[in-house]
């Protein structure tokens, strides 16, 4: 099999763990001794590139991964826990700007 795949390197830019960006989906990995730690990091690294990235405020960030986040464990090795999150980018287009605060 043979896979074909690019790589952008931002300059400057901090992420907390990696990412990984197709045509269908946002993702964000966890990598931890615990899958709980692992789990927490991948949601929290999805939550946060949303916030900064696409301009979500907190309570967009709740609705979408509320309704549209999905989970892979992707890996289980020596003490490790890998755990991938993952949202639709279909599901950034249906957010409606959040009402503004009184």
Same mark, same amino acid.
């Given at each position: 099999?043979?896979?074909?795949?690019?790589?952008?390197?931002?300059?400057?830019?901090?992420?907390?763990?990696?990412?990984? &960006?197709? =045509?269908?989906? $946002?993702?964000?990995?966890?990598?931890?001794? /615990?899958?709980?730690? %692992?789990?927490?990091?991948?949601? !929290? &690294?999805? =939550?946060?590139? $949303?916030?900064?990235?696409?301009?979500?405020? /907190?309570?967009?960030? %709740?609705?979408?991964?509320?309704? !549209?986040?999905?989970?892979?464990?992707?890996?289980?090795?020596?003490?490790?826990?890998?755990?991938?999150?993952?949202?639709?980018?279909?599901?950034?287009?249906?957010?409606?700007?959040?009402?503004?605060?009184?």
């Amino acid at each position: 099999m043979d896979i074909e795949f690019s790589v952008d390197v931002l300059q400057k830019k901090e992420i907390g763990t990696p990412r990984a &960006e197709n =045509a269908d989906y $946002l993702m964000a990995m966890g990598l931890s001794g /615990s899958l709980d730690n %692992a789990f927490s990091r991948a949601t !929290s &690294e999805l =939550a946060t590139w $949303l916030q900064q990235d696409y301009k979500l405020s /907190s309570s967009e960030v %709740a609705a979408v991964l509320g309704s !549209s986040i999905q989970y892979s464990i992707s890996e289980v090795a020596d003490r490790n826990v890998g755990v991938i999150a993952k949202i639709p980018k279909k599901a950034l287009a249906t957010l409606k700007p959040a009402a503004p605060t009184k």
